[in-house]
């Protein structure tokens, strides 16, 4: 009797034993998630490089998602809320997202701020532009559109992130280094790829000016009907010069964004009798089994169809 006791005891702390492991397991993983930074990021594409850069010590939210219009972007309650449970802000500036500063104000958010284009030279809007009569936006916020640029981002990210979380310090060093490696693969990949297109081919038509980056970096005209911003609806008279212009140089090339509006475009092929291309991703990235879902899918995607387009001007 005693020895069944005895037996039934040691059994019962057996079980007791792996309830503690199992607890602590629990606890433990419950407790890293907690202690995991929280970044917020305005748009998807920044989000994805703070993904890359931050790893598993950060927890990011985005703001303006997969797909979406950050040029038109309003605030929800939700994210005013979600911005304050954050140690870092991380934006694009040079005026792409006007309404992060307004949200954060509003917010009361007290947190520290990355400004991702920090050091990147800008390029100027051009003059037929409509975007270029607003005078807040003289600079071109389409950086990103040159993975060179993005090195700087990355770097900037790396930066932020090791202010706010210093034991993540050479973490975040080391990711943004492996990563700058895969943008340099890209730039030369791309490079090559768009070398194969005759110079007086690389033209392209696209709804609104996101590539003037992307054109400088592998020398492509980008021609765009509507401005800079998705906002500004172009003219009569702009959409009748873009006409005459695809006319006369023969451009086959022509594409339309994710987030915006394909509508124009679509008229404008039409009108010159020519098909609209696959979309390009330009300011947001696809959803995850679409192929732009991260940045360097979607840069890859982008100038693919850009130089199977150009094969046909
Ligand atoms: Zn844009």
Redesign the pocket.
Known sequence: MKKLAYKLNTSMLRQLLISVIALITLFGSTVHADNKVVVTASFSILGDLVKVVGGDRVSVVTLVGPDEDA?VFEARPSDAKNLLKSKLFVINGLGFEPWATKLAKSAGYKGKYVIATTGVRGIKMSAESEHAEDAHSEVD??AWQNPENVVLYVRNIAAGLAMVDPAGASTYLANAKAYVIQLQALNTWAKEKTGSIPLDKRKVITS?D?FAYLGEAYQIKFLAPQG???ESAPSAKGVALIIKQIQREKIKAIFVENMSDPKLIVQLSKDVGVTVGAKLY??ALSSTEKPGATYLKMMRHNVTQLVAGMELN
Do not use: K, L, W
Request: glycine share 10%; net charge negative.
């Open positions: 040029h916020p389409h609104h996101a800079g911003s998705t330009a300011d």
